[in-house]
């Protein structure tokens, strides 16, 4: 009889035990759960910057968009063609050289 009551006090005890280890591992993933999300939606979030980005930094060195600046910091298309190296046939003649 004795035995019995013991038995039940402490089968009793470990239930208590059981339960409020699985509350306390059910908040535990709750909590991961949600963090999750929330690193989830920033990785979106860098993501979508990134190819905003990367739209912008390919129209902004598209030729038209360069050339558009450098008219407006005032550069021209110059006119003249300076070559710091002498000038050279476009091919030589046969038995000449350098």
């Not at 402490?10 to 280890?21: E, P, Y």
Request: no cysteine; charged share 15%; net charge positive.
């Amino acid at each position: 009889m004795i035995i019995k009551k013991y038995l039940n006090i402490l089968l009793t005890a470990l239930l208590i035990i059981l339960a409020v280890t699985q509350v306390i591992v059910l908040n535990q993933n709750s909590t991961i759960g949600l963090q999750l999300t929330q690193l989830m939606s920033q990785v979106d979030e860098v993501e979508n910057q990134n190819s905003s980005l990367s739209r912008q930094v390919a129209s902004e060195s598209a030729v038209v968009a360069i050339y558009q600046k450098a008219r407006k910091l005032g550069f021209e298309k110059s006119q003249i063609v300076v070559s710091l190296s002498p000038h050279l046939p476009l091919a030589f003649l046969e038995g000449t050289s350098l």
